[in-house]
């Protein structure tokens, strides 16, 4: 079974930086991409950066620029960067695995940004 945790989270101020780490169970090259994925409260989950097996990665127009996914494949570890921190940038944050037929979610970690 594969498992996905997530580390690194907390509370930033506005304009500050953060970053998340997702530590795989497995070697990260099994999936086809990993990504990140954040879900504020009353609202649904949405992407916030994908990386593929590949390296090729992509990001929504409301992170782009501040945003950076990244990995280490020697700690089967996802990164992301995150700078220019907004107050609506708040929210639980969740490493998602695509592993093709199967997918697998972290716990999650809750990135806060209040002054």
């Known amino acids: 079974q594969v498992q996905l945790v997530e580390s690194g989270g907390g509370l930033v101020q506005p304009g500050g930086s953060l970053r998340l780490s997702c530590a795989a169970s497995?070697?990260?090259?099994?999936?086809?991409?990993m990504a990140w994925h954040r879900q504020a409260s009353g609202k649904e989950r949405e992407l916030v950066a994908v990386?593929?097996?590949?390296?090729?990665?992509n990001y929504p127009d409301s992170v782009k620029g501040r945003f950076t996914i990244s990995r280490d494949a020697a700690k089967n570890t996802v990164y992301l960067q995150m700078n220019s921190l907004k107050p609506e940038d708040t929210a639980v944050y969740y490493c998602?695995?695509?592993?093709?037929?199967?997918?697998?979610w972290g716990q999650g970690t809750q990135v806060t940004v209040s002054s």
């Open positions: 497995g070697s990260i090259f099994n999936f086809n991409a």
């Open positions: 998602h695995a695509d592993g093709g037929v199967s997918a697998y």
């Open positions: 990386i593929s097996s590949r390296g090729y990665t």
